[in-house]
């Protein structure tokens, strides 16, 4: 009986020092970062630029954003070789004569190479203003915080450059310390406001993607001073920012001979992504695809070599997909889709801006129709130019591709058949007639 006793309390204290140890375990879980023995090695200042010195406590994250430096591979659509998309598609040169991007207009190379790509491109002359360095550095939330955005975008590029030093990082997208994802773009910022939307109250999954925002977006230079701006108040959708650009009478250049008010599209990851794509409807958020978990050891962290997802499947799809051949064989099947139409949509363009240079150079029996042309040519060419522009041949959301580069197509031969009647010429509408990009 004793020895059934003694059993019972050695039994009993087991229990009880198992669950305390239970209850310490998970309270040390539930504790703020802050608060548990292993400290930071190092305290970042607020809005400090050099990510290196973030990598002291972040090793892992660091390491791997550098690789961004290094990661030169491209898919059959995309990639980060900065290849030239007027070698790859020359019908780019005829749609963006009389601008910049006929010029050079090279695909986009990895995080590391911001700095050095902006400084290098053919666009950039002695009128460029402080806007281009936007996106393109770690150096910029300390500046804005300092002297405002909108003394920062007035500046001369030249002059700016002289307080920048450091490419995409840390700064641009993590709080200090607390590595809290943060917006901290005051031009995206205003975007959301514009809407009634507090970007503060979005849930941390919903920042792996709203973090992208400051720099993946829509954006136009507003006024004398070239202020950054986003063409959201009325929704990041692409009629309501065709409407927003419509009223606002604003326009990026004069295409040559043409007399049409143009619009470039920029990179509207995130407007494009967000329009109810099947991903962003089920919670995925940029950061799953594109910087995955992965593991060193027993320390698992978001891999900061950012990347197409094509590029290492089983992480970034397999997480989710469990035929990972069968996901990526589908995305190839979709941006093909999407390239093929595209192309397509470029053809009527060139076709449409035929006829109405043609129709331009000699006096329209019907100025009105011409007028009309011209408009329906600037909406198709931003629709194509949206879809074209965005990083993801149209995967990231493929209906939404497919349906505004059909739109395109549409416009461009209305354009091209009012064209052909303000003239009364019906050889205007003959299609598949190039001309020479203006040099």
Same mark, same amino acid.
């Given at each position: 009986m004793k020895k059934h006793l003694t059993t019972i309390i050695l039994v009993a204290v087991i229990i009880i020092l198992a669950a305390i140890l239970v209850g310490i375990l998970v309270f040390l879980k539930n504790q703020p970062i802050q608060n548990r023995a292993t400290e930071p090695l190092q305290t970042i200042p607020a809005l400090e630029p050099d990510s290196s010195k973030w990598g002291l406590n972040f090793p892992n994250q660091y390491d791997s954003l550098l690789k961004t430096k290094t990661n030169k591979?491209?898919?059959?659509?995309? $990639?980060?070789?900065?290849?030239?998309?007027?070698?790859?598609?020359?019908?780019?040169?005829?749609?963006?004569?009389?601008?910049?991007?006929?010029?050079?207009?090279?695909?986009?190379? $990895?995080h590391e190479w911001s700095l050095e790509d902006v400084r290098n491109t053919k666009r950039v002359n002695e009128k460029t203003p402080g806007t281009c360095y936007a996106c393109k550095s770690s150096n910029n939330p300390a500046i804005w915080d300092t002297i405002g955005l909108e003394a920062f975008s007035k500046m001369p590029f030249a002059e700016l450059g002289e307080q920048i030093s450091e490419p995409i990082g840390c700064a641009n997208c993590h709080e200090a310390n607390t590595m809290k994802l943060v917006l901290t773009n005051p031009a995206v910022i205003a975007g959301f406001e514009a809407q009634g939307i507090d970007w503060t109250q979005f849930s941390r999954q919903e920042m792996r993607t709203v973090v992208c925002a400051n720099c993946h977006v829509e954006y136009y230079m507003s006024g004398e001073n070239k202020v950054l701006n986003v063409p959201w108040k009325d929704g990041t959708d692409i009629d309501s920012i065709v409407g927003y650009y419509n009223d606002l009478g604003f326009k990026d250049w004069e295409y040559p001979d043409a007399g049409v008010p143009m619009l470039k599209a920029q990179h509207p990851e995130f407007e494009f992504f967000s329009?109810?794509?099947?991903?962003?409807?089920?919670?995925?958020? %940029?950061?799953? %695809?594109?910087?995955?978990?992965?593991?060193?050891?027993?320390?698992?962290?978001s891999m900061h070599d950012i990347h197409s997802p094509l590029l290492n499947p089983e992480k970034s799809c397999g997480t989710c997909h469990t035929d990972v051949e069968y996901v990526t064989g589908r995305v190839q099947?979709?941006?093909?889709?999407?390239?093929?139409?595209?192309?397509?949509?470029?053809?009527?363009?060139?076709?449409?801006?035929?006829?109405?240079?043609?129709?331009?150079?000699?006096?329209?029996?019907?100025?009105?129709?011409?007028?009309?042309?011209?408009?329906?040519?600037?909406?198709?060419q931003f629709l194509w130019d949206f879809v074209s522009a965005e990083n993801s041949t149209g995967?990231?959301?493929?209906?939404?591709?497919?349906?505004?580069?059909?739109?395109?197509?549409?416009?461009?031969?209305?354009?091209?058949?009012?064209?052909?009647?303000?003239?009364?010429?019906?050889?205007?509408?003959?299609?598949?007639?190039?001309?020479?990009?203006?040099?």
């Open positions: 591979t491209d898919t059959e659509f995309g $990639g980060s070789s900065g290849f030239s998309w007027l070698e790859r598609d020359p019908r780019q040169l005829v749609l963006f004569a009389g601008y910049g991007f006929s010029k050079e207009y090279n695909d986009d190379r $990895g329009a109810g794509s099947t991903h962003y409807e089920a919670g995925v958020s %940029c950061a799953d %695809c594109h910087m995955p978990y992965v593991r060193d050891g027993a320390a698992k962290y099947e979709i941006q093909g889709q999407v390239s093929i139409t595209k192309i397509s949509a470029e053809d009527a363009l060139i076709d449409a801006i035929t006829a109405i240079k043609a129709a331009n150079a000699i006096s329209p029996n019907d100025s009105a129709l011409l007028d009309q042309a011209k408009q329906l040519y600037r909406r198709a995967f990231h959301n493929p209906e939404y591709a497919l349906k505004i580069l059909a739109e395109s197509t549409n416009y461009s031969r209305q354009a091209q058949m009012l064209a052909a009647q303000s003239v009364g010429n019906p050889a205007l509408l003959i299609t598949g007639v190039y001309y020479a990009a203006p040099q």
